[in-house]
């Protein structure tokens, strides 16, 4: 199985922030991954997908970037309703999840 | 607009199997996979498996192979999945999603099924 790993697995960042969050893959993804948002008590809504594609209805402070088998997902400037789980998720091979970083406002 | 609706929760018995239901609407259901995935409490989430309502084809991850069954009712624009053998370890919500062949860009969630399994 392809592992991911997500850093940090918690963030705490004010409004306005610039926020990086990290999704490193075990082996080559080549691009085949999108990123999900969870809110609480919610089901996962897809942000990004195929690495930097943004999903319709999806703010445009949201944006992916990455390859091989480093991937990140940036919110420009962070709003308060951005606070959820985010999830990195590779469909490469055996699809599977990154554990998620989970998003705090300071 | 898209909307996947889900059965309610259930509470089944060790050893007991669950059948649940995922309603599609607002779209071409024979025109998307059907993804299924799985969350524990408070924890991260699986990629389960998939079917093509179109001609009912289907693929799994590996772990979930013969724990769960993936159906469709074209008629309805239903799709099913039944968890067999249940234990402690399948209590989770289960979220049926729209997606692409392999899990790609599930764009559209079902609002989850809890299942609990419990004596």
């Known amino acids: 199985d392809i592992q991911m790993t997500q850093s940090p697995p918690v963030l705490s960042a004010s409004v306005g922030d610039r926020v990086t969050l990290s999704c490193k893959a075990s082996?080559?993804?080549?691009?085949?991954l999108d990123w999900y948002q969870q809110k609480h008590g919610e089901a996962p809504k897809l942000l990004i997908y195929?690495?930097?594609n943004l999903q319709t209805g999806i703010p445009s402070r949201f944006s992916g970037s990455g390859s091989g088998t480093d991937y990140t997902l940036t919110i420009s400037s962070l709003q308060p309703e951005d606070v959820a789980t985010y999830y990195c998720?590779?469909?490469?091979?055996?699809?599977?999840f990154g554990a998620g970083t989970k998003l705090e406002l300071k | 607009q898209v909307k996947l609706l889900q059965s309610g929760a259930a509470l089944v018995k060790p050893g007991a199997s669950v059948k649940m239901s995922c309603k599609a609407s607002?779209?071409?259901?024979?025109?998307?996979?059907v993804s299924w995935v799985k969350q524990s409490h408070g924890k991260s989430l699986e990629w389960i498996g998939e079917?093509?309502?179109?001609?009912?084809?289907?693929n799994f991850n590996e772990k979930f192979k013969g724990k769960a069954t993936l159906t469709v009712d074209k008629s309805t624009s239903t799709a099913y999945m039944e968890l067999s053998r249940l234990t402690s370890e399948d209590s989770a919500i289960y979220y049926c999603?729209?997606?692409?062949?392999?899990?790609?860009?599930?764009?559209?969630w079902g609002q989850g099924a809890s299942v609990t399994v419990s004596s």
């Open positions: 999603t729209r997606a692409n062949y392999g899990g790609y860009w599930m764009d559209a």
């Open positions: 607002g779209y071409t259901f024979t025109d998307y996979w």
């Open positions: 079917i093509y309502p179109n001609s009912g084809a289907t």
């Open positions: 082996q080559n993804i080549n691009k085949n």
């Open positions: 195929y690495t930097n």
């Open positions: 998720y590779q469909y490469n091979s055996g699809p599977t």
